[in-house]
């Protein structure tokens, strides 16, 4: 099967993380691009190489979806290592792993050390729990493949803990510009839920609370689901089972023709098909269809299992941003859950790094009349936080006027080259949460960066590269930057240096006493 471009990229980048000596190397792909192609892919690289693959997951769904999109791509079968199966003595040098079979001391011990040469971990989120590690650790010295949608964990611990790079990463914003996923429309329903009194269990919303506190609402969200949904293909999530069941029995008394599947039904299969089939217009799921199922003519999804953890309310949305003949776009409801005590994953989080700029989404979806495209609303939120930070950088600015500071202050430098990368920087790894080294902090200085406001040795790195980067291209320093903004220049992060240098060079022929005659600063374009 020919990869797209982005896949084949993935591929090669996995290469050569080994290559180069990384062990355990992580691939990023959103829901819907095809990371089991990827994996695949590289699983027939690996046998071909002469070792055995090991596909670990922790649901029995996604090792036969595994084994069975291998077989499919490259024609390769797979043993099965899970309950009473084992795959010792098998030919196949394919094995599809159940975690929980897996982990336990009695099975691992009749493996060698070296049995595996490569272990791909499906769901690598899941990666930094014991189980996984046990196995990992069992086999030392086997090249380690993590693929997930979505890296980060509802509890919060690093998967720095147990991968040591990040080989590809593929952005939902690039998946849907390029023309592989579909676009997403969010819709801001002025209904206010108010949970303020759930509590939390494992890092997330008590779902036993939440399916209490979502009750007395049923019946008007069934009307605002009557109201956007009417001619779509839904997936509703819920907390539980019985409330997935009551809220099934409300919209089909609202004129909808609703199902519903569990982990308990024992027609799951037949209805998923059926809903696939057309025969329902709505699927209501108390959280089964989160992983290892996919409808690509879905095109709503309505989240009533609220969540603090972004990759699970990423794994409920992507269940709709596959492509599908004659499908125009996935419409995302978002209610207005009531709480004082935690955040919640809303659709910004889908697309923003940025936390100013996300929650700046999050309002303007919340006043806006009717669906919105996130790619859109998103710029607008970063143009408007860009605003608001010139505004506050400004009047910082004027305070500051009769203080010749020496150095550039960051957040200025940012914002004068207009880089929201490093305004908004997050550390991705353990290893770029630590301080910035001295040599950091020395070259910064050096170059004209006040170092006292940078807090990490990522964040620091970014930057020295970014000034490296200016430097190549010559464009503006930091201190011409300085220079320059103190006569009341503005954006002279565009400037080039030579351009700097010319007027830094008119302004001090005059005695340093003002711009030249006929320049005004605030209208000056080079």
Not at 182 to 196: F, G, K, V
Not at 199 to 216: F, I, K, N
Not at 492 to 497: E, I
Not at 508 to 525: C, F, H, N, S
């Amino acid at each position: 099967m020919e990869l797209r471009p982005y896949q084949e990229k993935a591929r090669q980048n996995i290469h050569s993380q080994w290559n180069s000596g990384v062990q355990r190397t992580l691939l990023v792909l959103p829901t819907g691009t095809g990371k089991t192609i990827v994996f695949a892919a590289v699983t027939e690289d690996e046998v071909r190489a002469g070792n055995r693959v090991l596909i670990l997951a922790h649901r029995g769904e996604l090792l036969d979806q595994a084994a069975d999109k291998i077989h499919r791509t490259t024609g390769l079968c797979s043993a099965v290592e899970k309950a009473e199966q084992s795959c010792l003595g098998s030919w196949y040098r394919v094995v599809v792993g159940s975690v929980q079979s897996l982990q336990r001391a009695q099975r691992l011990e009749q493996f060698s050390h070296d049995y595996f040469g490569t272990i791909v971990i499906d769901e690598a989120h899941h990666a930094v729990t014991d189980g996984y590690r046990r196995i990992l650790d069992w086999f030392p010295a086997a090249h380690v493949l993590g693929v997930t949608a979505t890296p980060d964990r509802g509890d919060l611990r690093n998967l720095g803990e147990v991968f040591d790079s990040l080989a590809y990463e593929y952005k939902l914003t690039d998946a849907i510009r390029e023309g592989f996923l579909c676009r997403i429309m969010a819709q801001t329903i002025p209904l206010q839920l108010n949970i303020s009194t759930v509590g939390m269990s494992g890092g997330d919303y008590a779902v036993g609370e939440l399916g209490g506190a979502l009750d007395p609402y049923l019946d008007q969200i069934a009307d605002e689901i009557a109201r956007y949904c009417k001619d779509r293909k839904t997936v509703v999530f819920l907390p539980l089972i019985k409330t997935s069941q009551k809220f099934r029995d409300i919209l089909n008394a609202h004129g909808f023709c609703a199902a519903e599947v569990n982990g308990q039904s024992d027609d799951r299969a037949e209805v998923l098909a059926d809903f696939d089939a057309g025969k329902y217009n709505v699927l209501c799921n108390s959280m089964l269809l989160t992983e290892g199922w996919d409808c690509p003519s879905v095109d709503c999804v309505v989240v009533l299992r609220p969540t603090k953890v972004r990759s699970l309310y990423s794994q409920m949305v992507g269940r709709g941003t596959r492509l599908s003949p004659g499908k125009k776009d996935l419409l995302l409801l978002d209610f207005l859950w009531l709480t004082d005590r935690h955040e919640l994953c809303r659709p910004a989080d889908l697309i923003c790094e940025d936390h100013a700029v996300a929650q700046q989404m999050t309002d303007n979806l919340a006043a806006a009349a009717c669906p919105e495209d996130i790619e859109d609303a998103a710029a607008q939120a970063s143009a408007d936080v860009v605003a608001q930070r010139e505004e506050a950088l400004a009047k910082q600015l004027a305070e500051q006027r009769r203080k010749r500071a020496r150095l550039v202050d960051p957040l200025q430098y940012e914002m004068s080259i207009q880089a929201e990368d490093l305004t908004g920087y997050v550390p991705a790894f353990g290893w770029e949460s630590q301080p910035p080294s001295d040599t950091q902090l020395a070259s910064l200085e050096k170059q004209g960066i006040q170092p006292d406001c940078i807090d990490s040795a990522g964040k620091a790195g970014l930057l020295l590269e970014r000034l490296e980067k200016r430097r190549r291209e010559g464009l503006t320093t930091p201190k011409q930057i300085r220079c320059l903004e103190r006569y009341g220049f503005t954006h002279v992060g565009t400037w080039s240096f030579d351009t700097a240098r010319s007027m830094i060079d008119r302004i001090a022929a005059a005695g340093w006493r003002g711009v030249p005659k006929g320049v005004d600063p605030k209208t000056y374009t080079p």
